[in-house]
């Protein structure tokens, strides 16, 4: 196993545009995590799944985001009508469901609204 | 709610120990986390501690853990030009299943 992959590492794209990343996980690991890192911010909760069931979602994932993990594998983030408030690093990883492993990341998305 | 506060920024001479602190508001945490961050990478989980242990060490590394004032520090031995980076304190096993990072200390190096 590779560990958690993102994709892509880098996006650019003009304001008001539609955006979706990916995040494959570990292959056993049934939880799965978003998080958002602005500069100079530690990673931001913003949604998690267990298994294929979205748990918690954020105050911070305004309705034009969404999340999806159709088949409890990979999941899809996506940001529609994008801001340039929404430029960050996108963050995924995921864990097992129980004990103190804590999680693993991947290497993140870059999003850029210009 | 769920807060994680470290100091920002950190200087050390090469070879001398850093001590990096953090608090945290959730009694109710379960562990307790240090991530590094290197430039351009994702986080890498470096430790954790169970919040009914007092101390761990692994390596060059000492986790303390003063539940009573929910105060948390590492300390980097030996601290090398390699270990430059941001360093996460972070909280969970709560009330909610997620982690909470706080905003990261820097650790700068110095010849």
């Known amino acids: 196993d590779t560990g958690v992959s993102q994709d892509p590492r880098h996006k650019i794209t003009k304001r008001g545009q539609n955006v979706t990343f990916r995040c494959d996980p570990i292959s056993e690991h049934n939880r799965l995590y978003w998080y958002r890192q602005t500069l100079g911010q530690g990673p931001e909760f913003l949604t998690y799944?267990?298994?294929?069931?979205?748990?918690?979602k954020s105050r911070l994932l305004s309705d034009r985001f969404s999340a999806e993990r159709p088949k409890g594998s990979f999941s899809t983030l996506e940001i529609q009508r994008t801001e340039q408030g929404d430029s960050a690093m996108y963050l995924c990883?995921?864990?097992?469901?129980?004990?103190?492993?804590?999680?693993?990341f991947g290497s993140g998305t870059r999003l850029t609204v210009v | 709610g769920e807060d994680v506060e470290q100091s920002l920024f950190l200087s050390v001479r090469e070879g001398d120990s850093s001590v990096i602190n953090c608090t945290y508001t959730d009694s109710s945490s379960t562990y307790l986390y240090w991530y590094k961050q290197e430039p351009g990478a994702g986080l890498q989980l470096l430790t954790y501690i169970f919040s009914n242990m007092d101390m761990k060490q692994d390596q060059r590394l000492t986790v303390l853990l003063n539940k009573k004032d929910k105060h948390l520090s590492l300390r980097i031995a030996d601290t090398q030009t390699g270990d430059s980076a941001i360093y996460f304190c972070a909280e969970g096993g709560g009330r909610d299943d997620k982690i909470i990072f706080g905003k990261g200390t820097r650790l700068h190096i110095l010849p």
């Open positions: 799944f267990q298994n294929e069931a979205q748990l918690e």
């Open positions: 990883a995921s864990s097992v469901e129980e004990g103190p492993g804590g999680y693993t």
